[in-house]
């Protein structure tokens, strides 16, 4: 992943690693984990509609919401 506009390396280490992590889970809901990082974490920050801090914020509860619900 390039840095895209006004993210610094750190920030785009970050989103990529966290992306990466999530390719490998092995989990029922693992696919839509992964989505949700694609549209909540990945896109905002790309595309700059989004701080990558609440991003990733955002992503996570989103993420816990799926695999907590039964």
């Known amino acids: 992943m390039g840095l895209p506009l006004g993210l610094t390396e750190y920030e785009t280490g970050a989103v990529a690693?966290?992306?990466s992590v999530a390719r490998g889970i092995v989990h029922p809901k693992a696919e839509e984990a992964f989505g949700i990082?694609?549209?909540e974490v990945e896109s905002p920050i790309v595309t700059?509609?989004?701080d990558p801090?609440?991003?990733?914020?955002?992503?996570a509860v989103a993420i816990d919401e799926v695999l907590l619900a039964e």
């Open 37 to 39: 990082l694609i549209r």
């Open 17 to 19: 690693n966290g992306l």
């Open 53 to 59: 801090e609440i991003a990733c914020f955002d992503g």
């Open 48 to 50: 700059e509609k989004a």
